[in-house]
């Protein structure tokens, strides 16, 4: 199974569109979005892919917007991270702002992949946003990828990975 991943669309509904087509011609069979959504135009093209998503620390969901959410058949966490399973592999996906992101972003940085999945349990892959950088790091079993960032990025850049084999390549969105 391949999986697209975008993050940092600040509203930009048509580059979104635009980048979700690329994923889709990639192989995607399925989507998740590392937050800062921007508006409902964002959550239109969410909800026509059914993409799973994170709310980022540009987002304000209020009460009328998580409504909004729910007509469109969209259930993003009340808080973060979303843990999803795709293709038997446990996914853990923040926007990358977040308090609990930043202690696991200390333990990659100490080498400790025993105390990531003291924070995390059991996971395969940790996705995030938020710093509109393209990455892919490991700690120990456990891979964190940043797709980079649909705005203020020199290149804008979504990311397929294909779970059966880890195959993980970046797609420069025009």
Do not use: K
Not at 34 to 39: E, F, L, M
Not at 95 to 103: A, N, T
Not at 156 to 161: K, M, P, R, S
């Amino acid at each position: 199974m391949i999986l697209g991943l975008l993050s940092d669309s600040h509203g930009r509904h048509e580059r979104t569109a635009a980048a979700l087509r690329l994923l889709r011609d990639h192989g995607a069979a399925a989507f998740i979005h590392c937050g800062d959504i921007g508006d409902e135009r964002v959550l239109d093209v969410l909800a026509e892919y059914a993409v799973q998503f994170v709310w980022g620390n540009n987002d304000q969901p209020d009460a009328s917007l998580l409504r909004y959410c729910r007509a469109l058949g969209l259930n993003p966490p009340a808080e973060p991270p979303l843990r999803a399973e795709h293709g038997g592999r446990r996914l853990c996906v923040f926007h990358g702002h977040e308090p609990l992101f930043w202690r696991v972003v200390r333990v990659l940085e100490r080498g400790q992949p025993a105390a990531l999945h003291e924070l995390l349990g059991p996971v395969d892959y940790v996705f995030f946003g938020h710093t509109h950088v393209a990455s892919d790091a490991r700690l120990g079993d456990v891979r964190l990828i940043n797709p980079g960032a649909l705005t203020r990025a020199a290149e804008y850049t979504v990311a397929t990975l294909d779970l059966a084999s880890d195959a993980l390549r970046f797609h420069t969105v025009d």
